[in-house]
Protein backbone atom coordinates (compact mmCIF):
# COMPACT_ATOMS: atom_id res chain seq x y z
CA UNK A 1 0.00 0.00 0.00
CA UNK A 2 1.39 3.62 -0.58
CA UNK A 3 1.85 6.12 1.96
CA UNK A 4 -1.59 7.76 0.75
CA UNK A 5 -3.44 5.00 0.94
CA UNK A 6 -2.30 4.50 4.49
CA UNK A 7 -2.99 8.33 5.54
CA UNK A 8 -6.64 7.55 3.85
CA UNK A 9 -7.29 4.54 5.16
CA UNK A 10 -6.38 5.59 8.79
CA UNK A 11 -8.34 8.65 8.53
CA UNK A 12 -11.33 7.05 7.98
CA UNK A 13 -10.81 4.48 10.42
CA UNK A 14 -10.57 7.25 13.15
CA UNK A 15 -13.78 9.09 12.11
CA UNK A 16 -15.32 5.70 12.00
CA UNK A 17 -14.64 4.05 15.16
CA UNK A 18 -14.28 8.00 16.60
CA UNK A 19 -10.68 6.91 18.06
CA UNK A 20 -8.01 9.60 17.15
CA UNK A 21 -5.56 6.74 18.67
CA UNK A 22 -6.19 4.43 15.62
CA UNK A 23 -2.79 3.86 13.45
CA UNK A 24 -2.57 2.50 10.41
CA UNK A 25 1.38 1.29 9.63
CA UNK A 26 2.99 -0.25 6.50
CA UNK A 27 4.26 -3.86 6.81
CA UNK A 28 7.94 -5.01 6.39
CA UNK A 29 8.14 -6.32 3.16
CA UNK A 30 4.48 -6.06 1.84
CA UNK A 31 2.66 -3.78 -0.62
CA UNK A 32 -0.71 -5.56 -0.31
CA UNK A 33 -1.74 -4.81 3.31
CA UNK A 34 -1.00 -2.79 6.31
CA UNK A 35 -1.25 -3.00 10.40
CA UNK A 36 -3.71 -1.14 12.63
CA UNK A 37 -2.73 -0.40 16.06
CA UNK A 38 -4.34 1.16 18.58
CA UNK A 39 -1.69 3.21 20.38
CA UNK A 40 1.58 1.18 20.74
CA UNK A 41 -1.24 -2.29 20.73
CA UNK A 42 -1.33 -4.50 17.52
CA UNK A 43 -5.16 -5.26 16.85
CA UNK A 44 -5.25 -6.02 12.84
CA UNK A 45 -4.20 -6.01 9.16
CA UNK A 46 -5.65 -4.35 6.58
CA UNK A 47 -5.74 -6.05 3.06
CA UNK A 48 -5.86 -4.38 -0.30
CA UNK A 49 -8.28 -6.46 -2.62
CA UNK A 50 -7.94 -4.92 -6.40
CA UNK A 51 -10.44 -7.05 -8.44
CA UNK A 52 -10.59 -7.40 -11.95
CA UNK A 53 -12.69 -4.67 -12.44
CA UNK A 54 -10.14 -2.16 -11.77
CA UNK A 55 -12.25 -1.69 -8.17
CA UNK A 56 -10.07 -1.82 -5.49
CA UNK A 57 -11.64 -2.54 -1.75
CA UNK A 58 -10.10 -3.28 2.08
CA UNK A 59 -10.57 -6.08 4.32
CA UNK A 60 -10.15 -5.73 7.93
CA UNK A 61 -9.01 -8.75 9.80
CA UNK A 62 -8.59 -9.11 13.66
CA UNK A 63 -8.46 -12.03 15.87
CA UNK A 64 -10.09 -11.85 19.60
CA UNK A 65 -8.33 -14.61 21.51
CA UNK A 66 -10.37 -15.67 24.11
CA UNK A 67 -8.38 -14.64 26.72
CA UNK A 68 -8.91 -11.39 25.83
CA UNK A 69 -12.47 -11.65 26.43
CA UNK A 70 -11.97 -12.19 30.80
Keep these: MTRDE ?4 ETYLQKTFQL ?13 SAEVYIG ?3 IGVLFR ?17 DFDLK
Design 6 to 9: ILKL
Design 20 to 32: PSIQVRQRPQKDD
Design 40 to 42: EEF
Design 49 to 65: DDDDEDETAYQFQMAIL
